[in-house]
């Protein structure tokens, strides 16, 4: 039974998991899934039995760098007029930018007015996806945070650019922030890695999708369980994928 009152709390197992997502999702609206890997290894599966979006809004579009909002998808001329800076494009540095160059598509390293980094890709709406840099689409816009136990403790996220999705959702959003804000997710993965008895890798990934009368989108939101110093565990969104799913031709 759900009871919106209670938060979301730690979620450390499949049993926690249950029991925690229950207090604000009803679990039997979805079809599960359980496979093991190996003795170690588990994944669970819930896949919603009746897809459904978020509620039409403007915001579902808007991503906030820095504070600085944009709309995707948006050209790449209309994002460096914003203060935005590439300097990568599939790995490898750009020195001097040339948006009057071709390009298809590609993997960009953005840097914000604010000197802060995050990844995008662009890719070009022309002809068989021909034509000039400046007129690309940037589609994607990911956040990528802790990659280990010591960033978290310390919350050292170097030059990670601040960015909110759907108005209200960013790296210090709680699990229970994420359902009481977005609802129901399209699809939940939830996996966990034992090691001698004890799980040391506890993973869960949330998809929720969106649209509009142009383009449809989604987003992946990927929490971890990180231990705290005093070894209590907690729920961190570790990444977010958010991605405009370009018309294809």
Same mark, same amino acid.
């Given at each position: 039974?759900? *009871?919106?009152e209670?938060?979301i709390? &730690?979620?450390?197992?499949?049993?926690?998991?249950?029991?925690?997502?229950?207090?604000?999702?009803? @679990?039997s609206?979805?079809?599960?899934?359980?496979r093991s890997?190996?003795?170690?290894?588990?994944?669970?599966?819930?896949?919603?039995?009746?897809?459904?979006?978020?509620?039409? &809004?403007?915001?579902?579009?808007e991503?906030i760098?820095?504070?600085?909002?944009?709309? @995707?998808? !948006?050209?790449?001329?209309?994002? @460096?007029?914003?203060g935005?800076?590439i300097?990568e494009?599939?790995?490898?540095?750009?020195?001097?930018?040339?948006?009057?160059s071709?390009?298809?598509?590609g993997?960009?390293?953005?840097?914000?007015p604010?000197?802060? !980094?995050?990844?995008a890709?662009?890719?070009?709406?022309?002809?068989?996806?021909?034509g000039?840099?400046?007129?690309?689409? %940037?589609?994607q816009?990911?956040?990528?945070?802790?990659?280990?136990?010591?960033?978290?403790?310390t919350?050292? %996220?170097?030059?990670?650019?601040?960015?909110?999705?759907?108005?209200?959702?960013s790296?210090d959003? &709680?699990?229970?922030?994420? !359902?009481?804000?977005?609802?129901y997710?399209?699809?939940m993965?939830?996996?966990?890695?034992?090691?001698?008895g004890?799980?040391?890798?506890?993973?869960?990934?949330?998809?929720?999708?969106?649209?509009?009368?142009?383009?449809?989108?989604?987003?992946?939101?990927? @929490?971890?369980?990180?231990?705290?110093?005093?070894?209590a565990k907690?729920?961190r !969104?570790?990444?977010i *994928?958010y &991605?405009?799913?370009?018309?294809?031709?």
């Open positions: 039974m759900n *009871a919106p209670e938060k709390g &730690s979620i450390t197992d499949h049993e926690t998991f249950k029991t925690e997502m229950s207090k604000r999702i009803d @679990l609206k979805y079809v599960f899934k359980h890997a190996s003795a170690t290894l588990d994944s669970y599966r819930y896949e919603l039995q009746k897809e459904q979006e978020l509620k039409p &809004s403007k915001s579902n579009f991503v760098i820095d504070g600085t909002k944009i709309t @995707l998808p !948006i050209t790449v001329e209309d994002l @460096l007029n914003k935005f800076d300097i494009i599939d790995s490898e540095p750009v020195y001097f930018l040339d948006v009057e071709d390009l298809s598509f993997a960009l390293k953005v840097m914000s604010k000197g802060n !980094i995050f990844s890709f662009a890719i070009n709406p022309g002809e068989n996806y021909q000039k840099m400046k007129d690309c689409l %940037v589609t816009v990911d956040s990528f945070f802790y990659e280990d136990e010591y960033e978290f403790i919350n050292s %996220v170097p030059l990670d650019a601040e960015i909110k999705y759907f108005k209200k959702i790296m959003s &709680s699990l229970d922030d994420i !359902i009481k804000e977005l609802g997710p399209s699809l993965d939830y996996s966990t890695a034992e090691y001698k004890e799980i040391t890798i506890s993973t869960l990934q949330m998809r929720y999708n969106f649209s509009n009368k142009e383009y449809n989108g989604h987003t992946f939101i990927t @929490l971890e369980t990180y231990k705290k110093e005093d070894g907690e729920n !969104i570790q990444a *994928a &991605s405009i799913e370009f018309p294809t031709k």
